[in-house]
């Protein structure tokens, strides 16, 4: 078996994910190459070098470009806030790097355009770890409505909410600052709803948004204890939320279905309800990842009488990716849609090609989140921009 060399940038939330992920991957799936934990990069050498020894690494660096001049890294993981993913990702598909890009692809369209261009002239694999998409349950809606099983498909109801941030207090991290974030909900929870409604029904055609900043004024996060963007230390300094707090639209798709999407981080005792309602012509299907195993479904073909929603508990050796972990009804969790995810990616590598979502993908996801920023400020019907000229 080959082996390729890892290097990944950011060492917080996803930092932890994605290093259980690439250690995982290849004690679940034969996965070759198989993936060697070179180096893990981030700015704070002490921090950095306690990253590496807990999360797995073999060594570290503290300074990205290092990390790309190595030659027994073939692949980087970008996994830090936005506003570098298109500095990190051009530069390491530049150094002729296979590129794995955390969510969203950028924090602006035009990043997005540069990101892609680079991708093409790299050649080298490319990916955005949209990575609900990999859910087992995920993958088998995407199944059952290409079997057909619910007909013609009307309606998206896509939602995800959050509430770690409804505390006026809670002080302004990276994810609350336009700069680093690109946007607040918008980019960072409806992004996943909107990948997950393009991989499910198409793409979206047009829509009507409209943003929301309610606590426009919160403290500033402390510079000695700073904190991961989720969990963070507050200063007595007052500064402006410069995010929407919450995004909400109404689209159609291409082929004509209807779409309602809403994110907010200010619904209290909503964690992480990141769901959808799909309603054909033939039957629906539910999906929340808060119950990610389940999948709900109501098909009219069931017989009169015995119609009604049931719940399949997808962890079947039939179903997309279960067969690789435990027997039938052991639950899986979130680490596993990024263990999924990244043994798709390595397929992709020994095969030389990108598994979706690639950069192109994430473009696209990011022309609806610039068209919801448009439509916002325009109060108007508008269109996705898709062209990549
Ligand atoms: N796919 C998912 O489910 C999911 C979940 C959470 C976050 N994300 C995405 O992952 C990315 C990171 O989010 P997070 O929650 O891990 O954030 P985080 O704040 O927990 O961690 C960010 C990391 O990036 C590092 N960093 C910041 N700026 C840097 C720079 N200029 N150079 C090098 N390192 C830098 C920080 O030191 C930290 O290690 C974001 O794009 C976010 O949208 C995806």
């Known amino acids: 078996m080959s082996e390729i060399g890892i290097g990944l940038v950011g060492y917080k939330f996803m930092g932890r994910a994605h290093s259980n992920a690439w250690r995982q991957v290849a004690h679940f799936f034969d996965v070759d190459p198989a993936p060697r934990l070179r180096a893990i990069c981030g700015r704070d050498e002490q921090a950095t070098a ?116 409804v505390d006026p207090e809670f002080p302004i991290t990276w994810r609350l600052r336009r700069e680093t974030a690109g946007s607040g909900a918008l980019g960072d929870i409806a992004a996943h709803v909107i990948d997950l409604a393009m991989f499910l029904v198409g793409p979206i055609a047009e829509l009507s948004a409209t943003l929301k900043t ?41 082929n004509g279905a209807m779409g309602t999407f809403e994110a907010t981080r200010l619904a209290p005792g909503r964690r992480n309800r990141n769901s959808f309602e799909i309603n054909g012509s033939l039957g629906s299907i539910v999906w929340d990842l808060e119950r990610l195993n389940e999948l709900e479904v109501f098909f009219a073909d069931d017989p009169q009488g015995a119609q009604g929603f049931r719940t399949i508990n997808v962890t079947e050796p039939v179903h997309p990716y279960a067969g690789a972990y435990w027997p039938a009804g052991h639950i899986l969790g979130y680490e596993h849609t990024f263990v999924n995810t990244f043994k798709d990616l390595l397929d992709g590598v020994r095969e030389n090609r990108s598994p979706a979502p690639t950069f192109e993908d994430g473009y696209k996801v990011q022309a609806v989140l610039d068209a919801v920023e448009r439509s916002a400020q325009s109060r108007q019907w508008t269109k996705p921009e898709y062209e990549l000229s």
């Open 50 to 165: 306690q990253a590496a020894k807990q999360l797995g690494w073999e060594g570290y660096e503290t300074d990205y470009h290092r990390l790309l001049a190595r030659d027994d890294i073939q692949l980087v993981d970008v996994a830090t806030p936005g506003n570098t993913h298109c500095e990190i990702g051009v530069a390491a598909l530049e150094a002729g790097k296979h590129v794995l890009c955390e969510k969203p692809l950028a924090n602006t369209l035009e990043e997005a355009r540069r990101m892609v261009e680079a991708a093409r002239k790299a050649g080298t694999v490319n990916m955005v770890d949209f990575n609900y998409r990999r859910a087992p349950a995920v993958q088998l809606a995407k199944q059952l409505i290409e079997e057909g099983r619910i007909g013609e498909i009307r309606h998206f109801r896509g939602t995800y909410l959050q509430d770690w941030i």
């Open 214 to 254: 309610f606590i426009k004024e919160r403290p500033v996060e402390t510079a000695s204890t700073g904190g991961s963007g989720l969990q963070a230390a507050r200063g007595a300094e007052r500064g402006e939320v410069t995010v929407d707090d919450a995004a909400a639209f109404i689209a159609y798709f291409e």
